[in-house]
């Protein structure tokens, strides 16, 4: 019985292994910027996140897809609406990214706390209905509840996310891995 319970364990902590991995899968159409061009980018939609993580978040993403340097010009124009509200035909003839934020979990120990939240990005290239790209990025942040609060962590969990996948979009935009 023992043995079953430690194998049983054992598979779960594999599983939960790969299922906290950064990945980014692009299809064999997905084309790195090679010409000045404007993306639109899709509010994120954040099912059961704290208004501490979600209010900056998507704010601080942009501004990092700015600030990054490429070899060609790229201008990043927000959508202020969500993608339901978006005539689909005309999104579809542009270059966009949308994401979300979901299962967010706060587990508290009696001195420590883990925060963890997995988000996704999808870029879509101009009329092609599937996204070419695609980013899932789990994060969690870890701390001791007398060095650091809640709020301050979330705020920490946000700018990881934000920070994190701008960066990995610029370097696929840019051609690089």
Not at 57 to 62: A, W
Not at 64 to 86: N, T
Not at 154 to 168: C, T
Request: glycine share 4%.
């Amino acid at each position: 019985m023992k043995r079953q319970l430690f194998l049983i364990g054992c598979c779960v902590l594999v599983l939960m292994a790969c299922s906290t991995r950064i990945q980014v899968k692009q299809k064999e159409t997905f084309a790195p910027r090679n010409r000045p061009q404007t993306i639109f980018v899709v509010p994120f939609t954040t099912i059961m996140v704290p208004e501490e993580v979600r209010s900056g978040l998507f704010d601080r993403f942009v501004d990092q897809l700015i600030a990054a340097e490429h070899p060609v010009s790229l201008e990043y124009i927000i959508l202020k609406q969500g993608i339901e509200a978006i005539d689909a035909g005309w999104l579809a003839k542009r270059d966009y990214v949308t994401g979300e934020i979901f299962a967010y979990v706060e587990d508290f120990g009696s001195t420590t706390v883990s925060i963890r939240a997995k988000s996704r990005i999808r870029f879509y290239q101009a009329d092609v209905t599937e996204p070419t790209m695609q980013l899932d990025y789990p994060v969690e942040v870890f701390f001791e509840k007398d060095y650091l609060t809640l709020e301050a962590a979330r705020q920490k969990l946000a700018l990881k996310i934000s920070d994190g996948m701008a960066q990995k979009l610029s370097r696929a935009l840019d051609g690089d891995k």
